[in-house]
């Protein structure tokens, strides 16, 4: 036998004994097995390292909300301390970085993924496409569709060919068909006006929990704010209507209606279970893009109240308003 032989024999032996430990529960064990077999540049034991770490069963973070009782400095309560304990994503990543940086097409697409949605570090797009590329030249054929979704490429499109589009997606996605992960990275390329239309597709879909649209996130504009005219129109500068976009993602979503409505009446005539839970300034892009302060009326949808497009253009026209385009952060008409 030669050396190499031997090398390979010793990490697959570490490797196996790892994995025994670890079905058995003994994580410290396991860890120190993988290890072993890690030093010895064994990525499938480093990929194993990573998802203990990932897993919230070795070595959870734990933390605590004393430190924000205390500055708020009134008397603390044993019932009013939260601790909580979550998975280390740092230390996960940090492992499939390096079986990654040795090749690892698996490690390198989850890596990838982890660096466009900040778990474990900052979140860096330029890095999660550099790793997701990378998984895609190692064989990982699956990190396509996710390049598709952080990576809009760059075709331009009429309003015309961009609504074929969108219908091309809606069926893609309805149906379950990867195509529509090539379709939407055309779309991420569209006009503001254009994405408005995609991001209401997106709304909609997702509200009446149609799954296969939850990877595919809204659409920002260069502002950084939202492209949601879900409820595009208005009758004044002081009288329009805005949907939270934070709300949606919880699905239980909040209108914000402008106080020189009558909001409360005119809603509650469209909706079942709405009521009234607030007011909040326009300040941020979940209310709306005033560059002057407004108050707004909040008020939250009943579960029965699912806003699928043709409610929504009920409700848009009981107002009698006028359509807008959304464009930055100014309002056209």
């Not at 030669?2 to 990490?11: E, T, V």
């Not at 003994?26 to 030093?39: D, F, I, N, S, V």
């Not at 900040?118 to 895609?136: P, Q």
């Not at 195509?179 to 779309?187: D, F, G, Q, S, V």
Request: charged fraction near 25%.
């Amino acid at each position: 036998m030669n050396i190499w032989d031997s090398l390979f024999n010793k990490k697959e032996k570490y490797r196996k004994e790892g994995i025994e430990l670890e079905r058995q529960g003994k994580y410290e064990e396991a860890y120190l097995k993988y290890e072993e077999a890690a030093g010895m540049n064994d990525k499938p034991s480093m990929v194993y390292i990573a998802k203990m770490y990932l897993s919230g069963n070795f070595r959870p973070l734990e933390t605590s909300n004393l430190a924000a009782l205390m500055l708020q400095g009134n008397p603390i309560f044993p019932w009013n301390q939260v601790s909580k304990k979550h998975p280390d994503y740092e230390s996960g990543l940090a492992w499939l970085i390096k079986a990654a940086d040795l090749g690892d097409g698996f490690s390198c697409e989850l890596a990838g993924n982890m660096y466009a949605q900040g778990l474990g570090c900052k979140a860096d797009m330029e890095k999660a496409v550099y790793y997701l590329k990378k998984a895609l030249s190692n064989g990982q054929t699956s990190a396509r569709k996710y390049i598709c979704l952080y990576c809009p490429d760059g075709r331009k499109l009429s309003d015309e060919e961009y609504e074929d589009c969108l219908a091309e997606f809606v069926k893609a996605a309805d149906s379950g068909d990867e195509k529509a992960y090539e379709l939407y990275a055309t779309l991420k390329s569209g006009t503001e006006k254009q994405l408005a239309r995609l991001g209401h597709i997106l709304i909609s879909a997702q509200n009446i929990h149609k799954t296969g649209y939850e990877l595919f996130t809204f659409s920002f504009s260069p502002s950084g704010i939202p492209l949601l005219p879900v409820v595009s129109k208005r009758g004044a500068w002081e009288t329009f209507l805005r949907f939270n976009l934070d709300a949606w993602a919880e699905r239980n979503p909040l209108i914000a209606g402008s106080s020189d409505l009558d909001t409360e009446y005119e809603l509650l005539s469209n909706f079942h279970h709405v009521r009234i839970v607030g007011k909040a300034a326009y300040r941020s892009p979940a209310f709306g893009w005033l560059r002057e302060e407004k108050q707004a009326v909040l008020l939250r949808l009943g579960a029965d109240d699912a806003l699928d497009p043709d409610v929504m253009k009920n409700v848009v026209e009981s107002f009698h308003l006028i359509e807008e385009e959304y464009m930055g952060d100014r309002l056209y008409v």
